[in-house]
C-alpha cells in the first residue's frame, strides 16, 4: 500500500510548519506528499521546500496561477502516484499515524472510502473539540453510510475526513469543482454515493483549525458564498436525479438544508450593512428556484422551515437569529 498526501498551500506561512512537522512520522517508502503551491507571495513556498529537501519522499507542484483550493487539490490529484489519497489542509494539524492506519485498514479490506473523524481547535486558546461522534461502522456500501450518519446527525462533507482509493477516483471521474466555496459537498457526498465499499473507523485524522482569514470566515466580507451555495445545489440535485439510491431522500433533506443556509448564514454570521442588502437581493433574484429546493425535503419540519423561508425571508432570518441568541 502506498499513500499519496495531497497538501495544497497558499498564504499559510503562520501554519504550514505547523502542518508539515507531524509528517516527518510518516514512512517514506510507504508515503508520497504532494505539496501544490497555488502561487502564493509570502514564507510558505519557503518553508514547504525546506520540509522537502529533508523528505525524500516529498516534493512541491508548482501551479502556474492561482486557481484556488480545488484547483490546486486537482493539480495535485493529476501527479498522485499512491493507491490511497488524502487530502490535506495546510493550515490544519494532522495525526499521521491514524491518517496511515486508516490507509492500511482501506487497502487491507479493498475499500473505496474510509471515513475519519477530526477535531476543531480554536487557534486563539488552543481548545481542541471533538468533531461529531461518528462511531465505528464496518464494510458497507457509502450510500448506507450516508444514510446512517445523516439520521444520527454526524454527516460531514468535508474532504480530508475520507480517504479514497486513486483507482475510484479516476474510475468515476472525481475531481473537486473549481472556482466555487464549500466545493467538498460536490465531492465527498457523490463520492460516497457511487462507492460499493465503505467504512468509518472514529480514530482522528486531524485537528481543524478555527482561525479568522480563513475561507470559512469570508462571510462578513462578501456575498460570494451566495452564488456557491446555489451551485452546489444545482449540482447535488442534478447528481440525485441520475444516480437515484436508497439513500436519495435523505439527500433531498441535505439539498433543502443548504438551501435554507441563505437565510440561516445572514443569521449566523450576523450580516449587517451592504452585505446583508447584497445577500437578501440575492435571495429575492433566485426566489423561484431557491423555493423549489428549499422545498425538496419530506421532513415536516424542514418543509415548515422552508415554507416560513419563502413567505417571508426578513421574518426566518429574525426568528432564527432569536433562537441561535438563546443557545
Known sequence: MRLTLIIPFYGVEAYIGQCLEPLDQLPAEQCEILLVDDCGTDGSAGIAAAFCQRHENARIIRRSVNGGLSAARNSGLQEAAGDYIFFLDSDDIPIPEN????????????LDVIKGSFSYYQEETGRETDGPNVGQRELCPGTRLFMEQSRQGTYEPMV?????RRAFLEQHRLRMAEGLLFEDELFTTPALFLAERTACVPKKLLLYRQREGSIMSGFRKGTGWCESYLKVCRGLS?????HPSEASALLDDRISRIALSF????????????VRQEALA??????KEIRELTMRSSSPVLRLQALLFNCSPETFI???QTAAGRN
Open 263 to 274: 437565510g440561516k448564514n445572514i443569521a449566523a454570521y450576523h450580516l449587517e450593512g451592504q
Open 99 to 110: 491518517i496511515l492506519a486508516l490507509a492500511e485498514l482501506a487497502a487491507a479490506q479493498k
Open 318 to 320: 429574525r426568528i432564527y
Open 282 to 287: 440575492f435571495i429575492r433574484e433566485h426566489r
Open 160 to 164: 480530508w475526513q475520507c480517504l479514497y
Open 238 to 242: 442534478a447528481f440525485n436525479e441520475s
